[in-house]
């Protein structure tokens, strides 16, 4: 009797020491709103891509995108992209909120626009500008 | 009492269990979160190929797997 207490006991131990590593070891990114924001981001990169690699749009070092030349795009064209801008930094701040809610943790939304933040910069392509923590825009 | 250790354990047991909830709470999960924003951003910029690229080409036909061919 003694010694099954014990096993339980112990086995509960385990779990507790267990349970925390599965549960960490991913986010969970797979519900409809995230699917949503997603493919609404993925078909508008077709109409901002030529922006950023023009240099008159680049990626803000709070993980949102900026209009950071508006020199750059003809005339007509200026409201068009200035609207892509704030379209697509609206899908982005409702990805990381929504990614922090899914989780069950909307506190963890400012890490996860962070942690965003770099990855968007570290995976953009060479010629495209970011801004660095400071501020300051630099050209990949 | 022999077994007066017991519920001591069991005490020692729950406060593990406790400690190991407040840990999740806290700790931000960096790794799991890269992992995450990577998989995102590489669709949204379609950096990598989905694993079950879905459009066959229009036009060409799509080869259909011989039934009963083998020699």
């Known amino acids: 009797m003694t010694r099954w207490l014990m096993h339980s006991v112990l086995a509960l131990l385990m779990l507790t020491l267990v349970t925390p590593v599965f549960a960490a070891a991913n986010l ?9 924001l997603q493919a609404s981001m993925q078909s508008r990169y077709q109409r901002l891509s030529r922006y950023f690699a023009s240099g008159a749009v680049g990626l803000t070092h709070n993980g949102l995108v900026a209009l950071r030349a508006a020199s750059q795009v003809p005339l007509p064209q200026r409201q068009q992209v200035s609207a892509l801008v704030s379209a697509e930094n609206q899908d982005r701040r409702a990805l ?43 050209r990949k | ?24 709470n ?6 799991a979160a890269q992992k995450a924003a990577d998989k995102i951003i590489d669709k949204v910029w379609r950096l990598k190929t989905p694993p079950h690229s879905p459009k066959p080409k229009a036009g060409a036909p799509a080869p259909q797997p011989q039934k009963g061919g083998a020699r």
């Open chain 1, 28 to 36: 969970e990114i797979n519900t409809p709103a995230v699917s949503r």
């Open chain 2, 1 to 24: 009492m022999k077994n007066g250790w017991l519920p001591r354990l069991a005490a020692l047991a729950l406060c593990g269990l406790l400690a190991s909830c407040v840990t999740i």
């Open chain 2, 26 to 31: 806290i700790y931000f999960p960096a790794a």
């Open chain 1, 96 to 138: 990381y909120r929504e990614i922090a809610r899914a989780n069950g943790h909307p506190e963890w939304e400012a890490e996860i626009q962070a942690t965003f933040a770099q990855r968007w910069i570290s995976k953009a392509p060479a010629g495209w500008w970011y801004q660095s923590p400071g501020g300051a825009w630099r």
